[in-house]
Nanobody, 119 residues
Framework: QVQLVESGGGLVQPGGSLKLSCAAS????????MGWYRQAPGKQRELVTT???????NYADSVKGRFTISRDNGKNTVNLQMNSLKPEDTAVYYC?????????????WGQGTQVTVSS
């Protein structure tokens, strides 16, 4: 079984910064891509950013230039540095990992962490 544990959410004022972290644990051969998604009230879950095992990144247009994803392959962790936060960034943020186990690719999700941007 694979577990993804997120941390770092909270309340921040507009223009502020937060850093989210996600650690993967369990039995697996390798972690392919890792990423962050978010879901605001009444909206569908959407992609925020992803990063491959080789470090290639992809960002939603709405966060480009403000958010930075990074990962530590040795520690099986992924981080999301969020700067210049806006009220529209308010959402539950979910960590995702594509993990190969016994030759099969699986998608795993964390439990989510709330990010609220408000004055």
């Amino acid at each position: 079984q694979v577990q993804l544990v997120e941390s770092g959410g909270g309340l921040v004022q507009p223009g502020g910064s937060l850093k989210l972290s996600c650690a993967a644990s369990g039995r697996f051969s390798s972690i392919n891509a890792m990423g962050w998604y978010r879901q605001a009230p009444g909206k569908q879950r959407e992609l925020v950013t992803t990063i491959t095992s080789s470090g290639r990144t992809n960002y939603a247009d709405s966060v480009k230039g403000r958010f930075t994803i990074s990962r530590d392959n040795g520690k099986n962790t992924v981080n999301l540095q969020m700067n210049s936060l806006k009220p529209e960034d308010t959402a539950v943020y979910y960590c995702n990992a594509l993990i190969t186990y016994q030759g099969v690719l699986h998608s795993y999700w964390g439990q989510g962490t709330q990010v609220t941007v408000s004055s």
